[in-house]
């Protein structure tokens, strides 16, 4: 079980728009920043979006984070079929004193 | 432009250590400001946070995994490397290593890039 909550999957038609939420507590989400990973079939991660809502270089702007409270979500406008892919939330923990991940969500582009 | 490029074996046994390399090229991998990590991922799982080594020496751990892991990096050869101990099925999993993410002179709390995986099966 992922200290951060992810809906296991997600879909959309192509030029739609998708949410993925993820959700937390005081001592992660709450009080730290937030990053995106987008894993691609077979692939290591990448960083898709940093310190909650900053994109990477090369990153479309198509792809946004934000976060209220506890909770954080990413999405995606202008959805594509090469967005297909596993997405994860990760977050330090300053409880557990460890980085946390959400347990990924696999969006599907129908 | 950095990158990591991992080695190690892919197959270990019960109980043995399991050692993984990653060698750092296009930068220092004593840069300032910089920590590296490493994360793992069960099959069909999700990822999982092994460890982070920041550039003052300090080791964070995953607890569930403390008392079992070692990191630690070979300046000279630009290396970083990774021990597990007493492994056993569970620890099956396609282990990583990842660099701060760091653009424009500034570091951030982030982990990019990444290195290409390596599948290790207990067994």
């Known amino acids: 079980q992922s200290v951060l909550t992810q809906p296991p999957s997600a879909s959309a038609t192509p030029g739609q728009r998708v949410t993925i939420s993820c959700s937390g507590s005081?001592?992660?989400?709450?009080?730290?920043?937030v990053n995106w990973y987008q894993q691609l079939p077979g692939t290591a991660p990448k960083l898709l979006i940093y310190?909650?809502?900053q994109r990477p270089s090369g990153v479309p702007d198509r792809f946004s984070g934000s976060k209220s409270g506890t909770s954080a979500s990413l999405a995606i406008s202008g959805l594509q079929s090469e967005d297909e892919a596993d997405y994860y939330c990760a977050s330090w923990d300053d409880s557990l004193k460890a980085v946390v991940f959400g347990g990924g969500t696999l969006l599907t582009v129908l | 432009q950095l990158q990591l490029r991992q080695s190690g074996p892919a197959l270990v046994k019960p109980s043995e250590t399991l050692s993984l390399t990653c060698t750092v090229s296009?930068?220092?991998?004593?840069?300032?400001?910089?920590?590296w990590g490493w994360i793992r991922q069960s099959p069909g799982k999700g990822l999982e946070w092994i460890g982070t080594?920041?550039?003052?020496?300090?080791?964070d751990y995953n607890p569930s995994l403390k008392g079992r892991v070692t990191m630690s990096v070979d300046i000279s050869d630009n290396q970083l490397s990774l021990k597990l101990r007493s492994v056993t099925a569970a620890d099956t999993a396609v282990y990583f290593c990842?660099?701060?993410?760091?653009?424009?002179?500034?570091?951030?709390?982030?982990?990019?890039?990444w290195g290409q995986g390596t599948p290790v099966t207990v067994s």
């Open positions: 990842a660099s701060r993410y760091c653009t424009n002179g500034v570091c951030y709390v982030a982990f990019d890039p």
């Open positions: 310190s909650t809502n």
């Open positions: 080594l920041y550039y003052a020496g300090t080791i």
């Open positions: 005081s001592s992660n989400i709450g009080g730290n920043t």
């Open positions: 296009g930068g220092s991998i004593n840069a300032p400001n910089y920590f």
